[in-house]
């Protein structure tokens, strides 16, 4: 052990300062993955069985010839590595997704290719289904986004219709086919009724969470930019998911803000005010 770490930071042969590199950068990307993502989701436990495992491997390499002892650290690295990757891949998506121009520009030329008015009137349709189906106790699950993946369009039936009260309350009808799904709404249309949608794992949501609230919740997590708006056909409370947040009992004037918000009405700070500020 103490050949290999002398080795390692007095050796100035070309091939050690590369495996210095690797070995620097693999190090960092696991303690990044697994202490902050781990932090944001409350996960603690994993970074205990990080810190385990270096510990562990810290103790064989006492037992290891210092010749092979680069060769288990960095394909104990690499596992980690690998682990972390799959543990936190949706995490990463969403910072990847917050670099990207993609939604700004899409939100910046939205107003301007379907007019305020229309959007604003799209928003105000959509409210008052809301609240007649609140009313009723009927359950609804719709999503605002600014683009959806393919997979979860063609789960449902296509409309590409105009966004009107009646069609929103009577595609959650208890009678018809589609009031199980959810309901896809990009910019001035209704795309898709009756869509599957990722269910979220989490554990520590609220036992009055059913499954249009899972759904919403995993759609929200899986595509940053989306807004899910449920209601619950147990309480016929409204409630909206967007990127990891959630907002409950909501009424009609914080509804609107939302959809306003969704549909590119609003401006950053009102957004902010309203979800609170983007992680960067």
């Known amino acids: 052990m103490r050949e290999f770490l002398k080795d390692i930071f007095t050796n100035v042969d070309v091939n050690m300062i590369v495996t210095r590199i690797i070995f620097v950068a693999v190090f960092t990307c696991v303690f990044f993955l697994f202490f902050y993502y781990a932090k944001k989701r409350n996960l603690q436990l994993y970074t205990y069985i990080v810190i385990v495992a270096m510990a562990v491997l810290f103790a064989l390499s006492f037992l290891i010839e210092p010749s092979e002892l680069g060769f288990y650290v960095y394909f104990a690295l690499t596992i ?6 799959m543990l936190f891949i949706s995490d990463i998506n969403r910072h990847i997704f917050r670099l990207s121009l993609k939604r700004k520009s899409f939100r ?13 009137k799209s928003v105000s349709e959509i409210v008052k289904s809301c609240l007649r189906l609140s009313k009723t106790d009927t359950g609804a699950l719709i999503v605002l986004a600014d683009h959806m993946s393919d997979e979860i369009l063609d789960s449902g039936i296509k409309i590409n219709s105009e966004i009107t009260a009646e069609l929103i309350e009577t595609l959650f009808f208890p009678k018809t086919p589609l009031h199980d799904g959810a309901v896809i709404i990009t910019a001035n249309k209704v795309l898709s009724a009756g869509c599957y949608l990722p269910l979220t794992q989490a554990q520590n949501l609220p036992r009055e969470f059913g499954t249009r609230h899972r759904a919403a919740i995993g759609v929200a997590a899986a595509f940053p930019d989306c807004t899910a708006i449920v209601v619950s056909e147990e309480t016929g409370i409204i409630s909206a998911m967007h990127d990891g947040k959630i907002k409950r009992y909501l009424d009609s004037r914080q509804l609107q803000d939302i959809l306003e918000c969704a549909m590119g009405l609003a401006d950053e700070s009102a957004e902010e005010r309203l979800w609170g500020e983007k992680e960067q």
Do not use: C, F, Q
């Not at 910046?108 to 604003?120: I, M, P, T, V």
């Open 80 to 85: 980690l590595t690998v682990l972390g990757l």
């Open 108 to 120: 910046e030329n939205l107003a301007d290719h379907y007019g305020s008015e229309d959007l604003r």
